[in-house]
C-alpha cells in the first residue's frame, strides 16, 4: 500500500471508479481535506436518497453507471418481425404504365390490339412454318422458333399489364414476381441467342452459298437451338436464385408495370452487390457479345452484297438487313440499358419507355420484318387460304 494512509486510499478508490461509500468512511478519527468532506457529504446524501426505493430496483449512481457500460443491442425491423421464409413483403404494389385514369382506357385498347397481333402473328408464323415443306430451311427453323419465343414473351408481361389498366389495384404476390422474373431472363436471353444465330445463318447464306447446307445442317442447327436455352436458362435460375434471398421489410411499391429486377432490388433491405454483380456480367454474356456477333455477321453481309452488280439484288439485300438489324438494335441497347446500369441510376420514365420497347413492340414486329416480307412466306400464306400463286 503507498504511504498514504488507509482512508485516504479507499476515498481516492471511491472517486475514481464511483464505488459505494464504504463504512471505513464513515465521520471519525480519519481527517480529510476540506474537498473530500465535501465530496463525502454528497455520496452520503445520495445514498441516504436511495433507502427509499422499492426492492430490487437500483440506485441513481449505479443504475446510471452501469447504463453507461451497458452494451446497446438494437434490433431492426425487419430481423424483429421476420417471417418463416424470411420475408416481410407477402405482396408488391406496381405503379403501372400511368397514374392518370383518363389515359388507361385508351393504352388498354392500344396494348390489346398490339398483344392481339403479336399473338396472331407468331401463331400464325409457326403454323405456316410448320405446315408447309417447302419452309424446312435453316432459316425458317430459327425463325418459327423466334415466333414461338415471342408468343411466350410478350404473354408473360402484356396480360398482367392489361388487367391493371383496368383493376383499382395493382398487387403482384411475391411467389408470382420471382416467377415473372424467372420467365422474364429465360426468354429474353433466349432470343439474344436466337438471333444472334439468325445472324450467322443470313452470313453462311449470302456468304458462303456454295456450303450453306453443310454449314447450318440438322446438328448444326439442334447445336445451336441447345446451347441458347442452356445459356438462357442458367442466367434466369442465377437471378432468380439471388433474387429469392433478399429480404423486403420496408417499402413494397415496384415503380414498373411489371416485376423487374432493378426496381425490385431498391426496395431490399439487404446488400444488392451480388444481385447487381449478375445483373451487369450477363449483360454482357447474353446481350453485348451476341450484338457484337450479330454486327460481325453483317458486316460481313455488306461487304458481300456490295460485290452484287445488280441494283435490283442489292437493293433488295440491304432492304432486308438494314430491316433484321434495327430491330435487332433496338431489342439489344433496349434490354442492356435497362440492366447493366447500377440499381442507384434506375429511372423509372426511362426503363419503362425501354422495356415497351423490348417486352412490347419488338415482339409484334419481328414476323412482319422477318417473314411476312419475304415472298416464300407470302407463297406458303396463299396455299394456307387455298389462293396460292406465283410471287
Not at 73 to 94: D, E, H, W
Not at 198 to 204: G, I, N, S
Not at 317 to 340: N, R
Request: aromatic share 10%; charged share 15%.
Amino acid at each position: 500500500m503507498p504511504s498514504q494512509s488507509k482512508g485516504q486510499w479507499l476515498e481516492n478508490q471511491w472517486l475514481e471508479n464511483e464505488l459505494p461509500v464504504p463504512k471505513q468512511l464513515s465521520p471519525g478519527p480519519l481527517s480529510l481535506s476540506p474537498v473530500g468532506r465535501r465530496m463525502r457529504k454528497g455520496a452520503s446524501e445520495k445514498i441516504k436518497d436511495t433507502r427509499g426505493l422499492q426492492p430490487g430496483s437500483m440506485p441513481p449512481i449505479l443504475g446510471a453507471t452501469r447504463a453507461l457500460k451497458r452494451p446497446k443491442v438494437q434490433v431492426s425491423t425487419c430481423a424483429s418481425m421476420q417471417l418463416g421464409n424470411g420475408t416481410l413483403v407477402s405482396q408488391f404494389l406496381l405503379e403501372g404504365l400511368t397514374d392518370i385514369e383518363e389515359l388507361r382506357p385508351l393504352l388498354f385498347i392500344v396494348f390489346l390490339l398490339i398483344y392481339l397481333v403479336a399473338i396472331v402473328g407468331n401463331v400464325g408464323m409457326a403454323s405456316l412454318i410448320i405446315a408447309d415443306s417447302r419452309l424446312h430451311t435453316p432459316m425458317y427453323f430459327f425463325l418459327g422458333n423466334l415466333s414461338l419465343l415471342d408468343t411466350a414473351y410478350i404473354s408473360n408481361t402484356v396480360p398482367q399489364m392489361l388487367v391493371h389498366l383496368l383493376a383499382p389495384m395493382r398487387t403482384m404476390s411475391y411467389h408470382a414476381c420471382l416467377t415473372q422474373i424467372f420467365f422474364l431472363h429465360f426468354l429474353a436471353p433466349w432470343e439474344c441467342f436466337l438471333l444472334t444465330a439468325m445472324a450467322y445463318d443470313r452470313y453462311a447464306a449470302i456468304c458462303q452459298p456454295l456450303h450453306y447446307l453443310v454449314l447450318m445442317g440438322q446438328r448444326t442447327r439442334a447445336v445451336l437451338a441447345s446451347i441458347s436455352c442452356l445459356l438462357a436458362l442458367a442466367n434466369a435460375l442465377t437471378h432468380t436464385i439471388l433474387a429469392s434471398q433478399l429480404k423486403f421489410c420496408g417499402p413494397r411499391i415496384i415503380t414498373h408495370f411489371f416485376c423487374d429486377l432493378p426496381p425490385l432490388l431498391k426496395l431490399s433491405s439487404t446488400s444488392t452487390q451480388a444481385n447487381e454483380f449478375a445483373l451487369f456480367f450477363f449483360s454482357f454474356l447474353v446481350a453485348l457479345i451476341p450484338c457484337v456477333l450479330v454486327m460481325i455477321s453483317y458486316i460481313h453481309v455488306v461487304a458481300a452484297v456490295l460485290r452484287i452488280r445488280s441494283t435490283e439484288g442489292r437493293r433488295k439485300v440491304f432492304s432486308t438487313c438494314g430491316a433484321h438489324l434495327t430491330m435487332v438494335c433496338i431489342f439489344y441497347l433496349t434490354s442492356v440499358l435497362c440492366y447493366i446500369l447500377p440499381s442507384s441510376a434506375y429511372s423509372s420514365l426511362r426503363d419503362r419507355l425501354f422495356s415497351v420497347l423490348y417486352t412490347v413492340l419488338t415482339p409484334m414486329l419481328n414476323p412482319v420484318v422477318y417473314s411476312m416480307r419475304n415472298n416464300e412466306v407470302k407463297r406458303a400464306l396463299f396455299k394456307a387460304f387455298g389462293k396460292e400463286r406465283a410471287c
